[in-house]
């Protein structure tokens, strides 16, 4: 009797990117139905609830490439993909003896390791990541990729939150951090604009993130800024209302659970990391230095986050919840 196809995904190692993996994941399970499909993630990734049919192996990065490969090589892989643009990665997976190595084009020698590298027609950044994922499954770009999903089993947000966690739903968060740089982070005291208009409005707020991405205390808003590790944010941000963020790891959770959601960009391209989730509202100015992709103003002058009023924020999170919330799942 033949052996169901075992396949490895080795998936990106930005919690953001990670997120919108899921809709190739979700893809490849569709594609092989009968495959056991393992994942290779970064270290404190491995219990996020991600789709896939098989196991999730956190990389050991104390075993190096060698020490990995050899992990890896004894579960007889027929297919890899490689969701991480580096060398390394490629290297590993050959070394492994995984046959056909899938990936898109990377760091400068990384292709001399795999058997398929898809042309990306369009050039870099000239469509979304996601599409760019896609392009593993379908070469000729002609599908269209699934959205993303997260695969939460049912009272699994319930499980992990307790205590001064356990928020009723219906709550609207707040993210203002974004751990690449300034120019992704809407101004403070636009935040705290925003939360005083929505505390009028009598909405109840809870600002989530690291220690650090909201240094006040606002009596308007409950702050758990470094109170909660990354699955507890994930679960509230499954019972909150809708996400006010930066682009962040935090802005493409919320797509995943597919829940509404106010995104903010400023230095980074809205084409191409904007969130897949027709629940949300992206507010950018498009100014004509932007998407620089720098993580600090080259000009100085964060005009394309500090020129976006909190009022127009506001009427954007009003649109939001125009859309109706649908239960996370693949």
């Known amino acids: ?41 970064k270290k ?9 049919r098989g196991e999730v192996i956190p990389l050991d990065p104390e075993l190096g490439v060698r020490g990995m490969a050899k992990v890896l090589q004894g579960r007889y892989y027929s297919r890899g993909y490689l969701l991480t643009p580096s060398y390394s990665s490629a290297l590993m ?22 058997n398929l590298v898809p ?4 050039g870099e950044r000239a469509q979304h990541l996601s599409k760019e994922y ?11 990729p699934k959205r993303p999903g997260l695969a939460l089993p049912k009272g699994w ?29 809407w101004p403070y005291e636009h935040y705290l604009g925003l939360i005083q208009r929505l505390h009028q409005a009598g909405e109840r707020v809870v600002v989530l993130g690291q220690e650090g991405d909201f240094p006040y205390e606002d009596t308007q808003a409950l702050n758990l ?5 990354l699955l507890e944010l994930i679960a509230l941000l499954s019972r909150a209302k809708v996400l006010v963020s930066n682009d962040s790891g935090a802005m493409h959770i919320m797509a995943a659970l597919r829940r509404p959601q106010v995104a903010v960009f400023g230095s980074t391209s809205t084409l191409w990391t904007s969130p ?14 932007a998407p620089c992709y720098k993580r600090v103003c080259p000009y100085g002058h964060y005009r394309c986050l500090h020129t976006i009023e909190p009022e127009l924020v506001f009427d954007a999170y009003l649109d939001a919840l125009g859309e109706p919330a649908e239960p996370a799942s693949v």
């Not at 930005?14 to 809709?23: N, Q, V």
């Not at 319930?158 to 690449?180: C, T, W």
């Not at 897949?276 to 230095?289: F, G, I, W």
């Open 1 to 41: 009797m033949t052996q169901p196809e075992k396949i490895l995904v080795r998936t990106p190692n930005w919690l953001g990117d990670l997120m919108m993996s899921t809709a190739f994941m979700r893809a490849l399970l569709k594609q092989f139905p009968d495959a056991q499909i393992d994942l290779l993630v």
């Open 44 to 52: 404190g990734f491995e219990s996020i609830p991600l789709p896939h």
């Open 93 to 114: 997976f050959f070394l492994a003896g995984i046959k056909t190595r899938i990936g898109l084009k990377g760091q400068w020698g990384r292709s001399l390791f795999l």
């Open 119 to 122: 042309k990306q027609v369009l």
């Open 134 to 144: 896609h392009l593993m499954i379908d070469p000729t770009g002609e599908t269209e």
């Open 157 to 185: 947000s319930d499980r992990l939150l307790n205590g001064s966690l356990d928020l009723e739903k219906g709550f609207v968060a707040i993210a203002p951090g974004a751990v690449y740089g300034p120019a992704k982070r």
């Open 225 to 229: 800024t470094g109170q909660t590790n």
């Open 276 to 289: 897949v989730n027709p629940k949300a509202r992206v507010v950018s100015l498009h100014l004509d230095c």
